[in-house]
């Protein structure tokens, strides 16, 4: 006799960046299983992999491609997932400055997608030229080891580049090499390349504050989590 089988439920969430509607379930043992193996090796490009899986695995809407999300909407999307799985609380620990390790729970329905006024996918470069660009994707940023800093930026800038826009000329991305694109990165001069940090500094991010006092000394402190990994960080 076939042992019978669990109902699994579905839920429905907008993500944050792209306003895409998606259909998920919450990751069930089996994927818990390769969340924590992945925890324990505290190795981020084997992390990242793990959680590209899982989001693969358990989002059910048709034609769902994790390696297209924007890093903000992989974030959101993997905190409600883990959320419906395992429960909204997440405790994360820290070393303060008096040397005492803090552990703070973090209700997870709390945490916020913090969206900037001054966040634009268009940047202006000169009087006629402009760019648009879409926000990095998680195997931008990830694995990029023995990579030295500047190269990773150029690549990630490369990689987010949709169209060059020269008065009524648009130019885009797709239709060029690489080795176009990256000649064209590299023409940038250091007020340019300010600009196009600015657009990074003001993309959506998922940040929580969280006040506490030190037990130890006494201060009363706020902790600032951005970024998935801060809210399940371990001292």
């Known amino acids: 006799m076939a042992l019978p089988k669990l109902n699994t439920i579905q839920y429905d ?15 069930l043992v089996k994927e818990e299983k390769i969340l924590l193996m992945a925890l324990e ?16 695995q358990c989002v059910l809407t048709k034609g769902f491609n994790v390696n297209k ?23 994360v620990s820290f070393k303060h400055e008096c ?16 969206q900037n006024e001054n966040y634009s996918d268009i940047v202006k470069l000169t009087d006629d030229i ?3 660009l879409s ?8 694995g990029v080891a023995n990579t030295n800093q500047i190269d990773i930026v150029m690549k990630i800038i ?7 826009i020269q008065g009524e000329e648009i130019f885009s991305a797709q239709d060029h090499t690489k080795e176009e694109l990256d000649e064209f990165v590299n023409s940038l001069n250091s007020a340019q390349f300010l600009k196009l940090q600015e657009y990074y500094e003001t993309l959506p991010k998922l940040k929580q504050d969280i006040e506490y006092t030190c037990p130890k000394c006494g201060k009363t402190e706020t902790e600032t989590l951005e970024g998935l990994a801060s809210f399940f960080a371990s001292a």
């Open 13 to 27: 969430l907008e993500l944050p960046l792209s306003g895409k509607k998606i259909e998920y379930r919450p990751f």
């Open 69 to 91: 999300l924007a890093i903000v909407d992989l974030e959101y999307l993997f905190l409600n997932l883990r959320g419906k799985a395992v429960g909204d609380i997440s405790t």
């Open 135 to 142: 926000p990095p994707k998680i195997d931008d940023v990830i």
């Open 99 to 114: 040397g005492e390790i803090i552990k703070l729970d973090v209700d997870l329905t709390k945490v916020e997608v913090v």
């Open 158 to 164: 490369r990689n987010s580049l949709l169209e060059i």
């Open 41 to 56: 090796g505290n190795n981020e490009k084997e992390m990242t992999k793990a959680i590209k899986q899982i989001l693969t």
């Open 130 to 132: 402009m760019i648009r």
